[in-house]
């Protein structure tokens, strides 16, 4: 049998028919094992037994010769009482002084030297055995003793040849039997086969159908739970957030294309411009120039947290015990140089926790970058409040504005991806700047949460290392 073009055998030595010829074979060797050991012990009982008769029914006439004189006539079939003399269920012969036959036995039985010179012996007792002689077509076991002062022998023989023939029975009725339960075992564990791999052959159909069609949304057998049911449902749990992830980069790249139109159309409007840059009067053409640059730079802030967004937020970088509160001082000393505002910072509790410091910094940079563009001149400061735990292993950090607040109609969006309130399209941003602040929240076991604060303003921030996340979602522009 010839290997395809793969390099595999052919589809006939599948798990199925693997399985079930392993079982079949293991179960004929146990079968051949057990039937060759069943045989060898009845033949052994019963050739030892046929012997252990023989010897005794010898041994039983060599006494009784011993111990009374006798005579060839004593063993004479035609003699009164002949039965007390001869040995039950045995074939005896009478040989006279001169090793003659005197009396028949029935069958007859062949006379040897040997026995002859038994025959002939002075010492009463004296025996000689022939084994496996055949006599017709059966086989018999011979003992010829002698009676004594040369007065002649008897011949006792014993037929092995039933033996036999009950053990080769025996044999042929232990092959029948090994092959019907060989058969069964065939049947059975191809049964068996078919009803273990059954799911998996649903399964190897699903995986085929996947790479075959390339669609993520198909069912998957998930029933049972032992192994090949935790294996379907850790499939199809794989499969569904493939789907999910084909699902968020389609429509990041369909969101994306439809925010870079906007920047990309004003940016050729502005080159079409330059073309007739002499033309322009001075203060236009430095309107002009600062327009390109606020674009360009509005550009590449928009590629910038795309490439974060759309690299995992750096989700190789090692996790590694952090303290919230230290990244938040850090992020706040930033804030104040660049913005001029006075940010302060309150931490209660323990505020160390597991993760990734640079997505952590960069969702904390969001938030209060966030709260300083929504309170432009605003007189009171922007607070961040790190406070842990809140349950076990759980840290919260909310970032405090007294801005225009977030619309309750907004409230359910504004962590969506490019999402901007209406009274926020006019100042700068992307709309990705809190979407971000919820994907670092989900990678670190918690969530984002925002709500309108009391006395104005917003309250917005998120939870790591324990999930759930506030009183409600919501963002004031989503960047």
């Given at each position: ?23 079949a074979l293991v179960a004929a060797a146990v079968t051949v ?121 008897v011949q006792v023989a014993q037929e092995f040849s039933d ?78 957030r493939l789907a999910q992830s084909e699902d968020d980069q ?230």
């Amino acid at each position: 049998m010839g290997l395809g073009r793969s390099g595999r055998l052919p589809r006939l030595l599948s798990l199925r028919t693997t399985l079930a010829v392993s079982f079949a074979l293991v179960a004929a060797a146990v079968t051949v094992l057990v039937g060759i050991l069943s045989y060898n012990s009845a033949a052994r009982l019963l050739r030892v037994d046929k012997e252990s008769i023989f010897n005794e029914v010898v041994r039983d006439l060599q006494g009784e010769i011993r111990d009374r004189r006798m005579s060839p006539r004593d063993f004479s079939s035609s003699a009164p009482g002949h039965d007390l003399v001869r040995p039950a269920r045995t074939d005896v012969q009478v040989l006279g002084a001169d090793g003659r036959v005197v009396d028949k036995g029935s069958p007859g039985l062949p006379v040897t030297d040997a026995d002859r010179k038994i025959a002939a012996a002075a010492l009463a007792g004296r025996l000689v055995v022939h084994k496996d002689i055949d006599v017709g077509d059966d086989v018999y076991r011979i003992a010829t003793v002698a009676l004594g002062d040369g007065r002649g022998a008897v011949q006792v023989a014993q037929e092995f040849s039933d033996t036999e023939d009950l053990l080769r029975t025996l044999q042929q009725r232990i092959l029948l039997l090994m092959a019907a339960v060989v058969a069964a075992a065939g049947v059975f564990g191809w049964w068996l086969a078919r009803r273990i791999t059954r799911r998996l052959v649903a399964l190897t159909s699903a995986a085929e159908a996947v790479a075959r069609t390339r669609r993520l949304g198909i069912d998957v057998p998930v029933a049972g739970s032992d192994e090949v049911g935790r294996l379907g449902r850790a499939f199809d749990r794989m499969l569904g957030r493939l789907a999910q992830s084909e699902d968020d980069q389609r429509r990041l790249v369909q969101d994306a294309g439809h925010e870079l139109r906007t920047p990309l159309t004003s940016l050729r409007t502005n080159i079409s411009l330059l073309r007739r840059m002499d033309e322009l009067p001075p203060e236009t053409r430095e309107e002009l120039v600062t327009d390109l640059g606020n674009e360009a730079r509005e550009l590449t802030d928009l590629v910038n947290e795309l490439v974060d967004l759309a690299a995992g937020q750096s989700d190789t970088e090692p996790p590694q015990r952090v303290d919230l509160a230290d990244l938040a001082e850090e992020v706040a000393g930033a804030a104040r140089r660049r913005t001029g505002r006075r940010i302060v910072l309150r931490a209660a509790g323990d505020t160390s926790t597991l993760g990734r410091p640079q997505m952590l910094t960069r969702a904390l940079t969001n938030l209060v970058e966030n709260a300083a563009k929504f309170d432009r001149g605003g007189s009171e400061p922007i607070e961040i409040v790190v406070a842990g735990p809140a349950r076990p292993g759980t840290v919260r950090v909310e970032v405090l504005d007294r801005g225009p607040g977030v619309a309750d109609a907004d409230l359910v969006r504004v962590f969506d991806r490019f999402f901007r309130a209406a009274d926020a399209r006019a100042l700068p941003g992307s709309g990705l700047g809190l979407s971000i602040v919820r994907e670092v929240a989900l990678a670190h076991g918690g969530a984002p949460f925002a709500h309108r604060r009391e006395g104005g303003g917003s309250v917005v921030g998120f939870t790591v290392g324990g999930g759930g996340g506030g009183e409600g979602e919501g963002n004031e522009d989503g960047g």
